[in-house]
């Protein structure tokens, strides 16, 4: 059963990260909305799941221009797909 991680914490929130880290599977999948598309960012971040993000955020966060293109950006209809591809969905928003 998959997982979408909705993350939309920073990355440092909480220890976000290394507790993604530890309950991810490899058929889960990771969206970045809110302060968690500064994650996106983040190169060696330890993640092997395939990465969306929020366009709407990035933009608001003036990260566009430095977005990187292996990170599909998608509008509000995309994160309801990408919702409906996975079995359940898991918030991370820090504490």
Known sequence: MSTLHIVSCSPTA??????????????DGILLTGDGVYLGLQQDNGLTQPLHALK???????????????????DHAGYVSLCIEHEKALNWSGA
């Open 56 to 74: 709407p955020d990035v933009t608001a966060r003036g990260l566009l221009t430095q977005w990187p293109t292996t990170i599909p950006l998608l």
């Open 14 to 27: 909480a220890d976000t990260l290394s507790s993604l880290r530890r309950v991810i599977n490899l058929d």
